[in-house]
């Protein structure tokens, strides 16, 4: 790569993305952890815009106070206006990666004070995000990968290779924070990264990450379609007409009943739970109920079948 044009090169993008989606809304902010793809990002931020950044500190490894610090000094040497350490504490719900990352959002959404928030995912996270949906059979939503911007969060480096922001951070005399959980292969993702990823790349001769990048853009595309066509079908009331939702086709259905069921309470759904739903309608043989996902602590969340609509009913746990 020539190493020269790696700092224009991201800014073009950055460039390029807030002319997209952002106009002229000033200011913005950066999730910086100190890693090359943060750092890199909140360098050509701040040569574009009044930039702040933020930085969570997850308290999940010694000296991580410390990391948060350098962090910190880089953002102002780099001319971010501000920057402000964000110290969390990370539960344990869904796992080590995903309370970390439900920790991280939340600081990040309570500190950014109505900026848009700029994330540092690259070309080759998007590609590691298609493989995780594709390993867990989560339907197309999850394949279609990580959307470019999803307000607040904004990733205008979704095209960018992590390649790119070493060179960058090179570039700019930056020495950036290594992650020790970056080479973790206790980590799904991390296997993914090392093992997997660069094994397909050997195997089908290059280009992996790059066409996986490409068919997230393309699922995407088609899912936002059939949910704008969902939309027209959708309802906001208590129930679901069963034999208006029979004559739709079956993506289009399945995206009705989600937005039915995150409306009445229901979270983090899958694709085999919709489907599960869904089987009350196309293949009704008197069945109970089918539980999904509650976000209410102490309840247990259920659809059922009854008189040709679609109901819910709620029992407690235990």
């Avoid at 948060?68 to 719900?93: I, P, S």
């Avoid at 990040?108 to 900026?115: A, F, K, N, T, Y």
């Avoid at 009704?284 to 539980?291: C, D, I, K, L, P």
Wanted: charged content about 20%; aromatic content about 4%.
């Amino acid at each position: 790569m020539d190493r020269s044009g790696a700092v224009a090169q991201l800014r073009s993008a950055v460039a390029t993305f807030a002319g997209r989606y952002l106009g002229d809304v000033r200011p913005w902010a950066v999730a910086l952890s100190g890693g090359a793809d943060s750092l890199a990002l909140a360098a050509v931020a701040a040569m574009l815009r009044p930039t702040t950044a933020l930085i969570v500190d997850h308290g999940l490894q010694d000296g991580s106070d410390r990391v948060a610090a350098t962090a910190r000094d880089h953002a102002m040497q780099l001319g971010c206006v501000d920057a402000q350490v964000l110290r969390v504490e990370v539960g344990a719900t869904g796992g080590p990666e995903a309370a970390a990352r439900t920790a991280r959002y939340r600081a990040l959404g309570g500190g950014r004070d109505g900026m848009p928030v700029l994330l540092g995912h690259t070309l080759d996270d998007q590609a590691e995000t298609v493989l995780l949906g594709l390993g867990r059979g989560s339907g197309a939503r999850s394949i279609a990968g990580m959307r470019p911007f999803d307000d607040p969060w904004c990733r205008p480096l979704l095209g960018q290779r992590r390649a790119t922001t070493m060179a960058a951070c090179a570039e700019l005399g930056l020495t950036p924070w290594h992650d020790p959980h970056n080479t973790d292969p206790r980590f799904t993702r991390v296997r993914l990264r090392t093992e997997v990823l660069p094994l397909l790349e050997e195997v089908l001769g290059g280009g992996v990450a790059a066409a996986l990048a490409r068919t997230a853009t393309a699922l995407r595309e088609d899912s936002e379609a059939l949910d704008a066509l969902a939309d027209t079908h959708a309802t906001d009331g208590d129930a679901l007409d069963v034999s208006a939702l029979a004559v739709l086709p079956s993506a289009v259905r399945r995206r009705v009943i989600r937005r039915w069921l995150l409306g009445s309470g229901a979270c983090d759904l899958n694709d085999g739970q919709l489907r599960g739903v869904e089987a009350l309608i196309t293949d009704w043989r008197g069945q109970g109920g089918v539980a999904v996902p509650n976000g209410v602590p102490g309840e247990r969340l259920f659809v059922a079948r009854r008189g040709g609509l679609l109901t819910l009913y709620r029992e407690p746990v235990g």
